[in-house]
């Protein structure tokens, strides 16, 4: 299945890094790449994941670590549409 990631997720992981790169610039970069295996393996099995009707219809969400991956998706493909920490507010970010 193919794993495309909106220009939305992409800042959401570039400002995931800038942050976690303050403390620990090494750590940031392995997270980084940690969040998109993970991305990898939603996509996998994408309808083994939770639903959030709250947020849309077809809209579910895994966690890793303290963020939640939100994404959509289909037969073809899975679509990443926001990687938020897990304190926000997320029917604001929505």
Known sequence: MQL???PQAVQDMDKIGLY???DNPRRALSFIGELRQHCR???Q???AYRRRP???DAIRSSTYGRYQIFFESSEQATV???ILHQAR???VEF
Request: proline share 5%.
């Open 20 to 22: 976690i790169a303050q």
């Open 80 to 82: 990443i549409l926001r």
């Open 4 to 6: 495309l990631i909106t």
């Open 41 to 43: 393996k939603i996509a």
């Open 45 to 47: 099995k994408p309808f």
């Open 54 to 56: 709250e947020l849309g």
């Open 89 to 91: 507010d997320i029917t």
